[in-house]
């Protein structure tokens, strides 16, 4: 392996790298914003008296946009994640002992769909079940 095929390996390798990490920010600010909208409705339908159930099906809507535009971005993290395999495979059969370095395994596989599970099972929480209670309260108590 030459130094320019070293080289060319690692930035593919961090272009992977910056693409994951600027899907998993746009996904924290889908859900930053989802939940600031549906908020902002559950404060509008409680100083409303009327059309409250209204007020309560928007924000399902709006907090379901807000998980296909997660779903969106999970996809292209975990196609980036995917990528990332590539060149740490080929340094991997070029004697790059990657696994001694980082301490544990170095390629996703099967599990990069699995990887942000806990982060999205939050982010679904929070949409779901945080982000529309104000408007259903409202919506139930009035």
């Known amino acids: 392996m030459t130094d320019k095929e070293f080289q060319i390996a690692c930035l593919y390798l961090q272009d992977c790298q910056r693409l994951i990490a600027a899907g998993k920010a746009q996904r924290w600010d ?51 994640r995917k990528n990332s395999d590539k060149p740490v495979t080929y340094l991997i059969n070029q004697g790059v002992d990657i696994e001694s370095i980082t301490g544990g395994p170095t390629v996703y596989g099967d599990t990069s769909r699995l990887y942000d599970l806990p982060e999205l099972a939050g982010f679904m929480y929070a949409l779901f079940v945080v982000s529309i209670a104000p408007a259903f309260l409202a919506w139930w108590l009035a």
């Open 30 to 80: 889908v859900v930053k914003w989802t939940v600031t909208v549906n908020i902002a409705l559950g404060a509008a339908s409680a100083a409303t008296q009327q059309a409250n159930s209204y007020f309560f099906l928007l924000s399902v809507l709006v907090a379901t946009l807000g998980w296909i535009l997660i779903n969106h971005y999970d996809r292209r993290v975990t196609g980036a």
